[in-house]
């Protein structure tokens, strides 16, 4: 389970919910408002070492995800 991500040039962002497992619509649901409500990613992949991996924000924005905890 996702707990903390970092976004690129944003910060760092708690996770309230991970429904990445889930078949229809996988995402993150961060405790922000607006833009970074919900992130989701374009094809996640779990790193040893955490590294920036492409996304997109509420709006459909691509943003740079960073996986802090799991």
Not at 14 to 30: A, E, Q, S, Y
Not at 32 to 58: A, C, M, T, W
Not at 60 to 68: C, R, S
Request: proline share 3%; glycine share 8%.
């Amino acid at each position: 389970m996702i707990s903390k991500i970092n976004i690129k040039g944003h910060g760092d962002f708690k996770v309230i919910k991970d429904l990445m497992h889930r078949g229809k619509n996988p995402r993150l649901i961060l405790l922000s408002e607006g833009r970074f409500k919900q992130v989701q990613f374009n094809s996640f992949s779990e790193y040893s070492i955490p590294r920036y991996q492409l996304g997109y924000d509420y709006n459909g924005n691509e943003i740079q995800i960073m996986v802090l905890n799991n």
